[in-house]
């Protein structure tokens, strides 16, 4: 009924930033500056193009492993924060999470709804009521996304729990079981209020308008 969309590593090249950099002029010339650390780690300061990093961004978001590359050894990490401009959106700083070799995360994985539920021919409302699940897991078992097919809802009290999706094996979910991640609801159509005057209420009406007309 649901599964989950592994994870892929993207790369990403980085350079060391010297801390008495003017970062107006670093960003102008095309760079965004950011920070690397971990529990594990010291903070590392680092550059990128932006290109490159708005091509890793919409791919990876932040449930995917980045992979840097260029520093004294290889960091793993996780896109944490991003800083965007306030007008433009274009990214102003990142802050990247390094994972610490051989331990298991808790982190937000995003839901993918596939499918078409039959309970909507029945005059049902699919409602979406979470658009992602709390997982624990190692690195390189964290899903990319996890597939709920809405096909599993046949009538209109039908109800996909977080137990009932299927978690790769390593995939531990955090969020409570019997919370509920999609329902259905009956669509219930409203009457058209229509206002009817009476025969007797336009009759009065009409007289009224003629006893002020013979007034004037």
Request: charged share 35%.
């Amino acid at each position: 009924m649901m599964c989950a969309i592994m994870t892929k590593v993207i790369e990403l090249k980085v350079e060391k930033r010297d801390l008495s950099e003017d970062l107006s002029k670093l960003r102008a010339d095309g760079y965004v500056p950011a920070v690397a650390y971990g529990p594990a780690d010291e903070p590392v300061h680092i550059k990128f193009p932006i290109n490159e990093f708005l091509r890793v961004w919409k791919e990876a978001g932040e449930s995917t492993i980045v992979d840097l590359k260029g520093l004294d050894e290889d960091k793993e990490v996780l896109i944490k924060e991003v800083q965007t401009h306030p007008v433009k959106e274009t990214p102003l700083h990142v802050d990247f999470y390094i994972i610490e070799r051989g331990k298991t995360l808790q982190l937000s994985v995003p839901l993918e709804f596939t499918g078409e539920a039959p309970a909507e021919k029945q005059g049902g409302i699919v409602v979406r009521v979470m658009h992602e699940i709390e997982v624990e897991t190692r690195p390189r078992n964290i899903p990319q996304s996890i597939e709920v097919d809405l096909s599993g809802l046949e009538n209109l009290d039908s109800v996909i729990k977080v137990s009932d999706i299927t978690l790769p094996e390593g995939v531990e979910a955090k969020t409570d079981a019997d919370e509920i991640v999609v329902s259905v609801a009956e669509q219930k159509e409203e009457p058209e209020a229509v206002v009817e005057e009476s025969s007797d209420e336009a009759e009065a009406g009409s007289e009224e308008v003629e006893k002020g007309g013979a007034e004037e």
